[in-house]
């Protein structure tokens, strides 16, 4: 199943057996890790974002195949996101490319 994403032309990787909720708790991580990327967001709302999504995508292996059609797609790296916004001490959190 894919999402259309509205900022861009691609759509998110998600997985037909999440129910509506889990689609609107990993679908809120791909919004936020943009919004890190391109505007800046809150460091706490987007590790906050992380942490739910883990609650629906608990496994490695599949937060992995996740974050590599996300980033193919998007360009953006969810791992790479989370691991800056961890090591930073700022309220608000952008990626610097």
């Known amino acids: 199943m894919k999402m259309t994403n509205s900022n861009a032309n691609y759509q998110y990787p998600l997985d037909d057996t999440w129910t509506t909720a889990e ?3 990993v679908t809120t991580l791909y ?5 890190a990327n391109e505007t800046g967001t809150e460091t706490a709302a987007l590790l906050a974002a ?3 999504f883990k609650t629906v995508v ?3 292996s599949e937060e992995k195949r996740l974050g590599r059609e996300f980033e193919a797609a998007s360009g953006y790296s969810i791992y790479r996101t989370i691991r ?5 001490n700022k309220q608000r959190f952008k990626v610097q490319g």
């Not at 800056?84 to 930073?88: E, F, G, R, V």
Request: positive net charge; proline residues 5%.
């Open 23 to 25: 689609i609107i708790t």
């Open 31 to 35: 919004q936020q890790v943009e919004a």
């Open 50 to 52: 992380y942490r739910a």
């Open 58 to 60: 608990p496994a490695k």
């Open 84 to 88: 800056a916004a961890n090591a930073s």
